[in-house]
C-alpha cells in the first residue's frame, strides 16, 4: 500500500509539473524528506499526507484507493433482470458505472394490478417515463394517473408509491439520486 502512496504521489507531481522543491515549498516538508517518500524509503505520517494531497489538490481518499475502471456504454446483451427483496417489480440498472456520477437509471417493469414496494421517501429526487402501460403515482397522498408518453419528475423527500391499476405490465424509464447501485 505504501509503494502505491509512493507511486501515485510521485506521478501526480509529474503531472502536474513540479519539482519536489515546488512540492517542498506548498508542502513545508523537507526536499529530502518527499524523495524518501517517492521512492519509498521513509514512511508518512497521514497529517504529511494530507499537505502532499492539498498542495497536490486531491483528496486524501485518492491515495487509498484503487483507479475504477469506468464503463459509460452498457450494451442490451450485457443488460440482465433483477428483482429488489421488498418489491415484486423487475429492474434493469442501465446506468454506466464511473466515480463521482450521481444519477441512477433503471428499466423498471411492475406486474399487472401490483404496487412497487410500498410508499417510503429518501434524499434526492426522481424522473420517470412510462414507456407501456399506466401507472399510478401515489405522491403524499394525492394520486397521479401518468400513461404512456407521459413523464413525471419530483422531490423524492416526498412520501411515494407507484401502482400498476392494469391487467398488463407497466415499463418505467426511472432516474433518480442519489446513486442506490
Given at each position: 500500500m505504501i509503494n502505491e502512496i509512493s507511486i501515485k504521489i510521485r506521478n501526480l507531481r509529474k503531472?502536474?509539473?513540479?519539482?519536489?522543491?515546488?512540492?517542498?515549498?506548498?508542502?513545508?516538508?523537507?526536499?529530502?524528506?518527499?524523495?524518501?517518500?517517492?521512492?519509498?524509503?521513509?514512511?508518512?505520517?497521514?497529517t504529511s499526507l494530507k499537505k502532499i494531497a492539498d498542495a497536490l489538490n486531491v483528496s486524501i481518499n485518492y491515495f487509498f484507493y484503487k483507479p475504477k475502471i469506468h464503463n459509460f456504454l452498457i450494451k442490451s446483451?450485457?443488460?440482465?433482470?433483477?428483482?429488489?427483496e421488498s418489491s415484486n417489480s423487475q429492474f434493469i440498472r442501465l446506468s454506466g458505472d464511473f466515480s463521482n456520477r450521481v444519477l441512477e437509471s433503471m428499466l423498471v417493469v411492475i406486474p399487472p394490478e401490483q404496487q412497487h414496494?410500498?410508499?417510503?421517501?429518501?434524499?434526492g429526487e426522481e424522473f420517470i417515463y412510462v414507456l407501456e402501460g399506466a401507472?399510478?403515482?401515489?405522491?403524499?397522498?394525492?394520486?397521479?394517473?401518468?400513461?404512456?408518453?407521459d413523464s413525471f419528475h419530483f422531490p423524492s423527500?416526498?412520501?411515494?408509491i407507484w401502482i400498476n391499476p392494469l391487467k398488463q405490465p407497466a415499463k418505467i424509464l426511472s432516474v433518480v439520486t442519489p446513486v442506490i447501485f
Open positions: 503531472e502536474r509539473n513540479l519539482t519536489l522543491k515546488d512540492l517542498s515549498e506548498k508542502t513545508g516538508l523537507s526536499v529530502s524528506f518527499l524523495s524518501q517518500v517517492e521512492n519509498n524509503t521513509s514512511s508518512l505520517a497521514i446483451e450485457n443488460q440482465s433482470v433483477f428483482q429488489i414496494g410500498h410508499k417510503f421517501s429518501h434524499p401507472i399510478i403515482v401515489n405522491l403524499d397522498d394525492t394520486e397521479y394517473l401518468v400513461k404512456a408518453g423527500t416526498i412520501p411515494h
